[in-house]
């Protein structure tokens, strides 16, 4: 016992279990969340980062207890410093949360800490004695709960106990039609066009003359994409979802686990179904075509953890644009070129999915991360050079409606497509899974106001009603053409705070 507590005062063990603690903990927080090929530079980064300002302590100190003192400080403000500029950020905004006032703050003091340490004539073994108990009591408790603590639902914000895919019951003599869900992300309603855009929307005429339902007063349910598309595909709203907080990415990633999980994919395997996923979803048992990018960025899970990434993605842009170097980051322009070739592989995978006839009926889900930004293509689909950012607020709206006329083309591509090969029965579902998000708080409503256009090849729109919401779309479905009886739910509109 004696021997370990002389080790305790002489190593610093702390120092590197200091991101070891880091990693359990984000683990523990975001257990079955993370999508790791998406995090492995981050870890690498943070990895290097420690090792290498252990090393350049001990070059500054030449003496091992003050070079892990000082290094686990810096590490410290390095690992942290994201968290705090956060919470300053949105509980004391101002001066003193600001860059200016901040890095100077953060150097100064870690100056001083610099030149006290190097100062002292202390051993520092009770502070190490210390540190070590602690870092080793914190990871054991992580361990532990890594552990012994059960499987949260919060992957699933759905119904947990699948009773409409469980107790479904298919049609055994209906006509089954094929269906396409073509999902156009941040696509708004062409009134919302009209009346903040000034620019009269063609698809609605284009859709009625080729015997389209178009609704003009459609909302979705809510605001941000995978809770949208989770109700959309549970026919349901998400009981397991707390709308009443501010929402991080913790709290966004289980939305995107919930479509995975969504009741309707279930359901059209026992109605004999090939489902067909062009989307940005891997769905459980039906995965994308496409393999998919980090459209979430969960890479920042990790990487908010880099001081020098929280900078660069605040203030970056600043240094960038007054050295000619434009204003995104390599990361930044990686992200739009991941995203504009999974845009361009859905329309191309989706046109050759059209082209084929299929034996059984097809369910084919599509899902364009177009009109939504970062905007890279001109009214015709031509890329552009991505604008430096940040862009001006009339850049952005003009950015938007450019995006909006090469979705247009898009669709109605498509929809003719459809309509003249088409064999049996069919159902087009044109939908925007929520509206143009704007700036001004007084109209953060209209984000919910999106565009949505149902084709029934039978024509039985008897429920589709002017007013609609997506969660709606396919109790529509199913009772059209498998006859049964859904009661169609109450329209509302949940609003998502997203930070």
Known sequence: MKKTGQLLERIPFFFFLLPIFLFLHIENEYRYLINYRFVYFEIIQLVIAALMVFLVSLLFFRELAKASIFGFGFLLVFYYFCDLKDYLHFNKPGFFSSYSFLLPLLFL??????????????????????????????????????????????????????????????????????????????????????????????????????????????????????????????????????????????????????????????????????????????LNGFPSSIPPYDLWEIHQVYARHNMFWKADTDIGWLIRRKLNLGGRSFSQRAYIDAKDRHLLRTIENTMKTIRTPESQPKFVYSHFVLPHGPYSFDSVGNRYQTKSIPLTWEEYRSGYIAQVKYTNLVIAGMVDSIIQRKKRPTVIIIQGDHGFRFNQPEKQLLQFDNFNAFYFSNEKYFQVKDSVSNVNTFRFVFNAFFDKKLPLLRDTSIFLHYR
């Open 109 to 282: 003091l870690l100056f001083f800490f610099f030149i006290i340490i190097r100062k002292s004539k202390s051993r520092f073994r009770q502070l190490f004695l210390y540190l070590n108990s602690l870092f080793f009591i914190l990871i054991a408790w992580e361990c532990i709960t890594f552990l012994v603590s059960p499987r949260e639902n919060k992957t699933d914000l759905g119904d947990l106990q699948k009773k409409f895919s469980r107790d479904y019951q298919p049609c055994s003599n209906c006509n089954k039609p094929d269906i396409y869900y073509l999902l156009f992300d941040g696509y708004t309603s062409s009134d919302v066009l009209k009346s903040e855009f000034g620019f009269e929307n063609p698809l609605d005429h284009f859709l009625s003359l080729r015997g389209f339902y178009v609704t003009p007063n459609s909302k979705s349910n809510y605001n941000l994409t995978p809770f949208s598309i989770g109700s959309v595909f549970n026919l349901d709203y998400l009981p397991g979802l707390k709308s009443d907080q501010p929402f991080f990415i913790k709290d966004y990633l289980p939305g995107v686990a919930t479509v995975y999980q969504s009741e309707l994919f279930p359901v059209l395997a026992k109605e004999g179904y090939k489902v067909v996923n062009h989307s940005i979803f891997n």
